[in-house]
């Protein structure tokens, strides 16, 4: 259970998530609960992302522009040494699995 008396879904302590479409809705819980779980946080949106704590590194990012995901990718490795869960809440992959495909391939599926 965590101090608010949530069962805990998922041990992400040590973990680093990357999370698109941090800036509302299903981004924004995806964050709180990977924040929950114990995990770092790059929580990225096209907009500023509403989060004020150590664990998060807000990253503002337009998921369609491959240099900028990669700038991302590499923004939350560098702050973080590493990276590690993706959470993709945001609509951009159409389905397509990020570990199945490259960062091209996902920009064409957005269009």
Known sequence: ???TNKPI???????????TGATGGIGQAVVRMMLDAGANVAATGRR???FDDHRVLPLTLEVTDE???SAAIQSCID??????????PSGFFSGAL?????IPELARAAR
């Open 98 to 102: 990020p570990l199945r495909h490259g």
């Open 48 to 50: 500023a992302v509403p």
């Open 9 to 19: 879904l998922l041990d992400a302590a040590g973990r680093v998530a990357f999370v």
């Open 67 to 69: 240099a900028a995901v």
């Open 79 to 88: 702050h973080f040494g590493r990276r590690g869960i993706l959470s993709s």
């Open 1 to 3: 259970m965590t101090s």
